[in-house]
């Protein structure tokens, strides 16, 4: 565990543990083959509703080339999960403010005090966006971003033009909603339920590679916690944040792409879209057959591409 601004935040690392970062904080480590480069770290950001075990075919293939560290975001996995704070709602200290903002200086503040070496970002889904606005934030001390099958935020203000009229119309209605806790709390009960959990694993793992037992517990497991509705109250009210083109527009780091071919919710077309127009973009890599999280769907294909762009970032 590590202490952010009163809050618990749950780490893991692999690979050869830099002393700086053991001698004021405890964490689990594993030991692996000595790292090619302990010079440079890779940090791994989870996306919505998982936590740093979702990197469990991942953290020990990196953790070959460079210390490989996986952290729980505020609201997720095994860190705090304190009451949410939306905009415009009283200001209280054991509130938290669910925000790119915020996590994205969760993730920044953890490479400065925990890693305290130059890093790469390695985020999914939501996790992508973090780690693009983490990497604003640490600016030089980024190596290297890669984004897996990054979210698109399709339902942001700032893309409303793009939704049906109908949608436009009921969206002032939808926003006042949402932002009631008995709502967001029955929404997060409903999506919490083990046969839903699987369905959404159904359609965001279309081979069905990997959808086993430890999944199905790494996700159930901290939905079960008192305050486990806060952050998922947080997250569907995230209706005006950044967008991850934007983050990119002025970014000075390489970032890389992957992206499962078969993401059910982040099209593919997008992504290439974006590769085709930001300079900051280096490389797309596509696994075909594979969906919304393909580095647990098919790490054999990913672990590999993972490796490469972080021996290039480095």
Known sequence: ???WHGLDVAWSSQGPVHASASSTTTSTTTST??????????VLIHGFGANKDHWRHNQPALAEVSTCYAIDLIGFGGSSQPRARLTDESDHPDHFSYSFDNWGSQVADFCREVVKTPVILVGNSIGGVIALRAAQIINERCSGVVLINCA???????????QPVVMRWLRPSLKALVRQ???SRSLFRNAANPTVIEQVLKQAYPSGSNVDESLMNLLQTPAQRPNAAEAFRGFINLFDDYLAPELMGDLKVP??????GDDPWEPLEEAQSWASRLDCIRSL?????????PHDEAPDQVNPLLLKAIQQAT
């Open 1 to 3: 565990m590590w202490r």
């Open 33 to 42: 083959t000595t790292s090619t480069n302990t010079s440079t770290a890779t």
């Open 152 to 162: 698109q935020r399709t339902m942001d203000d700032k893309r409303l033009h793009e």
């Open 181 to 183: 806790r008995w709502l």
């Open 255 to 260: 970032v890389d792409l992957i992206w499962g």
């Open 285 to 293: 890599e596509v696994v075909n057959g594979a969906g919304h999280c």
